[in-house]
């Protein structure tokens, strides 16, 4: 059964051309005109991924992103922003609301569809593991109480252990990162060559195991490694 995506965007060619592109690729795709009607077909279909746009009459995508958000069930869903605002803080609104990725206009669609695999990839690794940890929590020996002690204790030893793999200058750029600094930024603000933030960045992934900048600030901040 292929994979379902919501596509958001009150523009009709960008919302054709997408969804063309990815239906030939093999997956359902659905159509959302704004983030209200949008909102609507989360909770009827239940996508695997929505790809939106932020500028929307009705409801914005920064919206979108945060009511899908709220909903339990979806908040490990993968959400890709298309925009052409292209601002450091616009792009920090993307990310705090909860985007995976956020992709500037205008983009090659074959861009976009690897960033959807990917995404999808990931997607579908986390709801096994999840699916499995659930299975053994169900049918384990430990007591509730002592398997969330454990749990804790171990998450705790883990975000140590990792916080320790970092350098004092990974750690300065993964601050700056969370706050949505280009590598530009980033080197005036610790005089380094964009070229030499870049090499952080590929570290910093590398000991996280994300693969691209949202899935790393957001990892960064729930396993508290920013303040």
């Given at each position: 059964m292929p994979l379902t995506i919501l596509v958001v965007d009150d523009d009709l060619g960008t919302r054709l051309s997408i969804s063309d592109y990815l239906e030939?690729?093999?997956?359902?795709?659905?159509?959302?005109?704004?983030?209200?009607?949008?909102?609507?077909?989360?909770?009827?279909?239940?996508p695997d991924l929505i790809v939106t746009d932020i500028v929307m009459p009705q409801m914005n995508g920064y919206e979108l992103v945060r009511r899908v958000r709220?909903?339990?069930?979806?908040?490990?869903?993968?959400?890709?922003?298309?925009?052409?605002?292209?601002?450091?803080?616009?792009?920090?609104?993307?990310?705090?609301?909860g985007c995976d990725l956020y992709l500037p206009k205008p983009f090659e669609l074959e861009?976009?569809?690897?960033?959807?695999?990917?995404?999808?990839?990931?997607?579908?690794?986390?709801?096994?593991?999840?699916r499995f940890s659930h299975k053994e929590n169900l049918g384990g020996s430990f007591p509730t109480k002592e398997m969330d002690t454990h749990k804790?204790?171990?998450?705790?030893?883990?975000?140590?252990?990792?916080?320790?793999?970092?350098?004092?200058r990974e750690q300065e750029v993964l601050e700056l990162l969370t706050h949505g600094f280009s590598n530009a930024d980033m080197g005036n603000q610790?005089?380094?060559?964009?070229?030499?933030?870049?090499?952080?960045?590929?570290s910093l992934l590398r000991k996280t195991a994300t693969s691209n900048r949202a899935e790393l600030v957001r990892f960064a901040m729930k396993h508290g490694l920013v303040d």
């Open positions: 030939l690729s093999g997956y359902s795709v659905i159509t959302a005109n704004d983030g209200q009607e949008a909102l609507a077909m989360v909770d009827d279909y239940h709220q909903q339990p069930i979806f908040r490990l869903l993968p959400v890709i922003l298309l925009t052409a605002r292209t601002k450091t803080q616009e792009r920090i609104l993307g990310y705090q609301s861009e976009l569809a690897a960033a959807i695999r990917n995404l999808l990839a990931r997607s579908q690794i986390i709801q096994s593991e999840y804790s204790l171990s998450t705790h030893i883990q975000q140590s252990h990792l916080l320790s793999s970092l350098t004092a610790l005089h380094l060559s964009p070229r030499t933030v870049e090499k952080y960045v590929s």
